[in-house]
T-cell receptor, first 113, second 116 residues
Framework: DTEVTQTPKHLVMGMTNKKSLKCEQH?????MYWYKQKAKKPPELMFV???????INESVPSRFSPECPNSSLLNLHLHALQPEDSALYLC????????????FGQGTRLTVV | AQKVTQAQTEISVVEKEDVTLDCVYE???????LFWYKQPPSGELFFLIR??????QNEISGRYSWNFQKSTSSFNFTITASQVVDSAVYFC?????????????FGQGTRLTINP
């Protein structure tokens, strides 16, 4: 099983809503990532979890709150987002180390209205 | 700081033509890793290849080949006899290790369109 599964695939939310993005992998990877990708731009790293602990926060606004409940799951809690937060949110996982390939999910296309 | 430059924003060719996607990188690390990923319209990124900084061997995989040259800090990707299914955005990426995990820095991407 080499899949990273993300739900939902599409999400429309208002600026006062609270929603969560979910990501699951069963490859035994102990590093999991959230990336944000705006249209026609490359993915940009948001958060990295290593062994279920947050190891990197790329100065992401607090309206984005990550959570790693266990080694297979990664959540991204959203609250009070702005329209400019509309983007494709990609989850990825990898084995430890810089020399391993990351496996990406299909992403959640988020629209904030 | 690490940086990846893909100067070609868009490339359009006719099927069966060969096409090369350029990638130039900057890093102060002596050990680093380079990757190519493919992103079709579905959004998912698919891993294509990894190359270590200390391994300058070129690689061929079917219709795909990669040319890594440390002297020019380049890691170019060639598709031979292109097919319509190769149409996608291709990203070159550079990786360093931060606290045991991977930190990928992507280039801007090259949108490749293969016309029938």
């Amino acid at each position: 099983d080499t899949e990273v599964t993300q739900t939902p695939k599409h999400l429309v939310m208002g600026m006062t809503n609270k929603k969560s993005l979910k990501c699951e992998q069963h490859m035994g990877h102990r590093a999991m990532y959230w990336y944000k990708q705006k249209a026609k731009k490359p993915p940009e790293l948001m958060f990295v979890y290593s062994y279920e602990k947050l190891s990197i926060n790329e100065s992401v606004p607090s309206r984005f709150s990550p959570e790693c409940p266990n080694s297979s799951l990664l959540n991204l809690h959203l609250h009070a987002l702005q329209p400019e937060d509309s983007a494709l949110y990609l989850c990825a996982s990898s084995a430890q180390g810089a020399n391993t390939e990351a496996f990406f999910g299909q992403g959640t296309r988020l629209t904030v209205v | 700081a690490q940086k990846v430059t893909q100067a070609q924003t868009e490339i359009s060719v006719v099927e069966k033509e060969d096409v090369t996607l350029d990638c130039v990188y900057e890093t102060r690390d002596t050990t680093y890793y380079l990757f190519w990923y493919k992103q079709p319209p579905s959004g998912e990124l698919f891993f294509l290849i990894r190359r270590n900084s200390f391994d300058e061997q070129n690689e061929i995989s079917g219709r795909y080949s990669w040319n890594f040259q440390k002297s020019t800090s380049s890691f170019n990707f060639t598709i031979t006899a292109s097919q319509v299914v190769d149409s996608a955005v291709y990203f070159c990426a550079l990786s360093g290790t931060v606290q045991g995990a991977q930190k990928l820095v992507f280039g801007q991407g090259t949108r490749l369109t293969i016309n029938p």
